[in-house]
T-cell receptor
C-alpha cells in the first residue's frame, strides 16, 4: 500500500514564476491538506480539500490556490513566486476528521 | 489564538529517557499529536492522545496531557541514536476540518 506521494521532490524557480506541486493521497483517503514548512519552523496550514472543494484555508494569500481531482489527488499552485515562498511543501491525506499522514514533501527554492 | 510552543533543543545520552514538552492554546482541541521529522524527510506520525485522556502509552512512548495547564509531553524511554530528529507537537484545531496547528519543533540530539 503506497503512502502519500508527492512530486517533484525538488524544484528551483525564479521570482515571478508560477509553480504546480502534486500530491497523491494514501489509498482509502479522500481528504488532502497542504502545509508550508519554512526552514527551522513548524508546518503552517495552507488549505484542505474534500470532495473537490476547498474546505478551509489558512492565512495565505490568493497567490496560493489548489485543486482536487475526482481520484482525490491534489495540486497546489503558487503564482508570482516570492523569495519567501522557498520552503518544504507538505501534503497530508486523511479520511474526514481522522489523523493525517504526510508525504515526503517538495522542496521549493525561489531564486 | 493559535499558538503551540516547544523548547528548541534537547540533548540526552543513549539509554536515558527523553522528555519533550509542549504548550498549546486552543482549549477546544480534540486531539493532540506528536510527529517526528528526520533530516530532509516528511513528518511521521508517532502517537496521539484524545483530549479526554490524561496519559497514553505506546511501547517506548508515553504521552501525558494536562488539560488545565494546556501542557503536553512526550517521554521516550531508553532513547536510541535513531531517535535523533525534530519532534513536533500539533493540536487539531476545533472546527469543521482537522486542520493541525504545529509547534516550532524540538531538536532531540542523542549522544552515544
Amino acid at each position: 500500500d503506497a503512502g502519500v506521494t508527492q512530486s517533484p521532490t525538488h524544484l528551483i524557480k525564479t521570482r515571478g514564476q508560477q509553480v504546480t506541486l502534486r500530491c497523491s493521497p494514501k489509498s482509502g483517503h479522500d481528504t488532502v491538506s497542504w502545509y508550508q514548512q519554512a526552514l527551522g519552523q513548524g508546518p503552517q496550514f495552507i488549505f484542505q480539500y474534500y470532495e473537490e472543494e476547498e474546505r478551509q484555508r489558512g492565512n495565505f494569500p490568493d497567490r496560493f490556490s489548489g485543486h482536487q481531482f475526482p481520484n482525490y489527488s491534489s495540486e497546489l499552485n503558487v503564482n508570482a513566486l516570492l523569495l519567501g515562498d522557498s520552503a518544504l511543501y507538505l501534503c497530508a491525506s486523511s479520511k474526514p476528521n481522522n489523523e493525517q499522514f504526510f508525504g515526503p514533501g517538495t522542496r521549493l527554492t525561489v531564486l | 489564538g493559535e499558538d503551540v510552543e516547544q523548547s528548541l533543543f534537547l540533548s540526552v545520552r543513549e539509554g536515558d529517557s527523553s522528555v519533550i514538552n509542549c504548550t498549546y492554546t486552543d482549549s477546544s482541541s480534540t486531539y493532540l499529536y506528536w510527529y517526528k521529522q528526520e533530516p530532509g524527510a516528511g513528518l511521521q506520525l508517532l502517537t496521539y492522545i484524545f483530549s479526554n485522556m490524561d496519559m497514553k502509552q505506546d511501547q517506548r512512548l508515553t504521552v501525558l496531557l494536562n488539560k488545565k495547564d494546556k501542557h503536553l509531553s512526550l517521554r521516550i524511554a531508553d532513547t536510541q541514536t535513531g531517535d535523533s530528529a525534530i519532534y513536533f507537537c500539533a493540536e487539531r484545531y476545533g472546527g469543521a476540518t482537522n486542520k493541525l496547528i504545529f509547534g516550532t519543533g524540538t531538536l532531540l540530539a542523542v549522544q552515544p
